[in-house]
């Protein structure tokens, strides 16, 4: 999976960054179906509190995007809950286009069952 990382109006440290690509690497493991990743790193300047950093996060998929916006103190915090959003989304997707492709296989079974 190709992931690009852009950090808005700042620049992030290699380390962040490390940190980041290992995370989206797990997305990976999770489903060989994403096609490429874009990651975006922002400072919010007029919010209220220390919930200062925005990490959002898009995946390609075949016939979807899946997308997560966290905003909280830390950019790791942050990068973590739209991780885990994307993998419930992962899931939920996973779940929805399993009875698309047993409907297909008994279509096929079907066919070969009239064809003898």
Known sequence: ??????????????????????????LDQ??????????????????VGEENKITEIKLIIPGAQLFAKEQCKTFEEATDLAIESLKRQIDKNKVKLKPHLHNRKSEKEILEIEEE
């Open 1 to 26: 999976m190709k992931i690009s990382i852009q950090s808005i109006h700042f620049d992030a440290d290699k380390k962040l960054l490390d940190f980041i690509q290992k995370k989206a690497d797990k």
């Open 30 to 47: 999770m489903s060989d179906q994403i096609i490429s990743g874009e990651i975006y790193l922002k400072l919010e300047k007029n919010s």
